[in-house]
């Protein structure tokens, strides 16, 4: 046989597959200088008006774009509201008028002057636009049809009407978030389609006064700013911010240690672990807003004995979960305020127990059960779910784990049918408000009320008391007593509740030594770049 | 020459088709009119059918798109005017037709899980794939060709062997770990290739786009840093799916030469003292050519899908990784537009193959 030629053919065709690689070798690289490259996942955008974005990932961009009337500085968040484009602000004897002063000389990204009217103009907008974060600016009793008198300005001066006396922890912490952000009015409507308030075009493009602008977003790609150099506060040191949608934990800890990448967000415990031995770059912890719980549905005859609810507290190995699949991204946390909030409470009464949990089923005459629980395809709630299901087994209790996909259980969850549900809950402001009107709050338990609270949705008839207490609390003018209010609330919520908080979630961003000031907005915020630098 | 009669390639010299007879040149005009008329038909009627099921399946699929729409903590209200808003109120053969009045219009309307048009991520999504598909068809096809009909040729000698093994492997090893383990040995030890996504950081959005091809992109710029930097960035990916369709190809080709070899016009061609790589090469290979491409353009379409596992783990934002989370969503616009273009490309893949038949063997003229 004499084919040598196919042969030949084929040692070559290898040979430049080889070689090809092998020419462009590109060794450990590091980012340009001003330049903050960072991995995340940030496929969840789905828009950066700051009337609509509500979801992680949207809100860290908008806060960036934008500025609000009063702020959180991003160096010191634990010393809370700060003034911001609005030099200071006044209550009104009654309580119900809050006059905001705006700070002069302050422009937005296109040169517009940021006026009073803008700040006006951008809560009337959010109230009428009427998208998912409108409740936050609702709460004062705002509606489409009042809001243009409700909110105006006068000068340079804002003035908000309130329905009720609210204390003004509660509506500054409410204009601090994302929704709250002071839109360039002149610049938006130019972009208004039909009755939209500029939606679409500001869904994709900024308007802004912050200290970044959007150089682009490309979904499920990257997010890439750029320094406004005008700002107020002086311009950011990194020039460019850049966010890559990185999906994979590995992938992220490859890039980071290749040094193609400055920060990593979403390393899991094992890359974590994986990386700390390397010399070139740190982990921050960052206790955030986030809590893990677990949703007891009292619609289920056996899960809305009060026997069962308090076993169900002891049946959780909290220091076991927190010491192994959680280890790291998650901290034991039982109460429904995150730890960093107003009114935030540390106390952690119970333990993983088995012995007590028996003996409080036994004195119930409860000795076996079936009860079912729908979990996210989410690694760590399904070890969760495992965990559990292991513990009540040892109680003569049997848990059947069915796995959905986040929309479909978000679907069955909205209509009230998962017995016992697992997962996640952020705050959607930062007052103690957000997370009490939601697991401590129900003001109409029927099947048709249609709410959105997690104690409506595991049908939970939240005590009238309860109630009461809540919306009190929103009325405090005094901070302390504020505080005290909520952590009595708290007290009680312990006591009784079907809803069970667990941990509070930690995020550890992974990164290269140069980076300093880095924060991914505490509990209380979203990420903020404008303080960070490389040294 | 006699030759090709014999060698088993008939027509050449047979009777010619009557359409093909000089002087029904008005015949024949008509006949191509006719196919080309009957290849926009059947384009159009397996759009149709394939936009028609998709949509079906979408909305009996038990995912609510209005939910990602208004988010999880929207009231009864806003969720009910969002569901109008969306169309969803009206029968599902409404929503289909005035979803297909749009798309005549061309407009594939907007995604609800990116906020942009549908056309405009397509756009940047799909150039992305086709990129990595057209690279790892082609290793797939220059080494997995070679080696099938050697493989063949010698069968079960040692090539035999290691073409066997190869083509399990690629079989069988799931692509996510081979993904990962091929980013920490030549990414992540050797540093030989760019890291996960298209392009390094400081070419990042710096060749302006034209095709959305960024390896085309950059030559058209003159950008050659650019070209060198993309190429290191997909030439890990690219070769990943290139060892997959090559499994596939070297396999398919080996058993077509295995076939022609034991035919009777190659035992006559060795009597006929023709060098053995003549005959393979010339004879055998030039013989299975119809069915290798078929096999190539299937295999090069079902890279155009996207490969989502290889998109995920290099993170490279490709079609496949937009439909699917667009179908986890129930972006249903997103999904529908998606489906148009890779019913389009199979489309066009079996036109494209039809054509080559036709140039290759001239029964099918």
Known sequence: MQNRFPLRALFLASAIGVAAPLSMSAAWAETPAGTLVIAHQIDDIISLDPGQSFEFSGQDVVRNLYDRLVDFDPLDLKAGIKPSLAQGWEVSEDGKTITLTMRDGVTFHSGNPVRAEDAAWSLQRAVKLNKSPAFILNQFGFTAENVDERVSFDGNRVILQLDQ???????????????GSVIDKETVLGHAEGEDFGNAWLSTNDAGSGPFTLAAWRPNEAVQLAAYADYWQGAPAMARVIVRHVQESSAQRLLLEQGDIDVARNLTPTDVEGITGNEAVKVTD?????????????????????????????????????????????????????????????????????????????????????????????????????????????????????????????????????????????????????????????????????????????????????????????????????????????KDYREIAPIIPMFQKIEQAAMQQNVQNWTSGGSVSSVMYRQVTKE | MAQPDILGQPGQGGPVPAGHRPGAGGARLRRRLRSLGGILLSLALTLLGLLLVTFVIGR??????????????????????????????????????????????????????????????????????????????????????????????????????????????????PIFWLGLMGLLLFYGILGWVGGPGRQGIIHDGMVPTVTGLILVDSLMAGDWAAFRDAFSHIVLPASLLGYFSLAYISRMTRSFMLEQLSAEYVVTARVKGLSERRVIWTHAFRNILVPLITVIA????????????????????????????????????????????????????????????????????
């Open chain 1, 286 to 490: 960052e206790l955030r807003g986030r809590i893990l719980y677990m949703g007891l549905s009292q619609k289920d005859p056996l899960l809305s004995q009060p026997a069962m609810i308090e076993a169900m507290k002891y049946l959780i190995d909290y220091k076991g979960m927190e010491a192994s699949f959680l280890k790291g991204q998650w901290k034991v946390h039982q109460n429904f305020l995150p730890e960093g909030y107003l009114g935030g409470s540390d106390e952690n009464p119970w333990t993983y127990d088995i012995e007590k949990a028996r003996q409080i089923l036994g004195d119930a005459g409860i000795t076996s059960g079936t009860v079912t629980t729908v979990v996210r395809d989410i690694r760590e709630y399904l070890d969760v779910a495992q965990t559990l299901q292991a513990a009540m087994a040892q109680v003569g209790l049997t848990l059947e784990i069915q796995q959905m996909t986040g929309a479909q259980v978000l679907d069955a969850y909205r209509a009230r049918q998962v017995p016992v549900f697992i997962g996640e809950w952020g705050p959607d402001y930062a007052d103690p408000h957000t997370n009490a009107s939601t697991f401590a709050h129900n003001p109409n338990n029927a099947d048709d009320a249609g709410l959105s609270q997690l104690a409506w949705r595991n049908s939970w008839a939240v005590p009238e008391e309860m109630n009461q207490a809540v919306e009190a609390a929103t009325l405090e003018g005094d901070t302390d007593k504020r505080v005290q209010m909520y952590l009595d609330i708290q």
């Open chain 2, 298 to 365: 299937l295999s090069f379409g079902s890279l155009l899908e996207g490969s989502v596992l290889t998109e995920i783990v290099f993170s490279w934002p490709g079609i496949g990784q937009y439909i699917t989370k667009a179908l986890l969503a129930g972006d249903m616009n997103a999904v529908l537009g998606g489906t148009v273009v890779i019913g389009t490309c199979f489309v066009a893949l079996n036109l494209l193959s039809d054509i080559l038949y036709r140039l290759l063997d001239p029964r099918a003229r």
């Open chain 2, 60 to 173: 009996i699929m038990p995912i609510d798109p209005v939910l990602k729409v208004v988010g999880e903590r929207a009231t009864q209200a806003q969720y009910d005017a969002a569901y109008q808003v969306m169309g969803l109120d009206k029968p599902i053969w409404q929503q289909f037709l005035r979803y297909m009045a749009e798309v005549l219009r061309g407009d594939f309307g907007r995604s609800i899980s990116t906020g942009h048009a549908v056309a405009q991520d397509l756009l940047r999504v799909f150039p992305a794939t086709l990129e990595l598909a057209m690279l790892g068809t082609l290793i797939g096809v220059c080494v997995g060709v070679p080696l099938g009909v050697i493989a063949a040729a010698r069968r079960g000698g040692w090539l035999d062997q290691i073409a066997r093994v190869v083509a399990l492997v690629g079989y069988s090893m």
């Open chain 1, 165 to 179: 006396p609210y204390a003004q922890s509660f509506v500054l912490n409410c204009l601090a978030s994302e929704v």
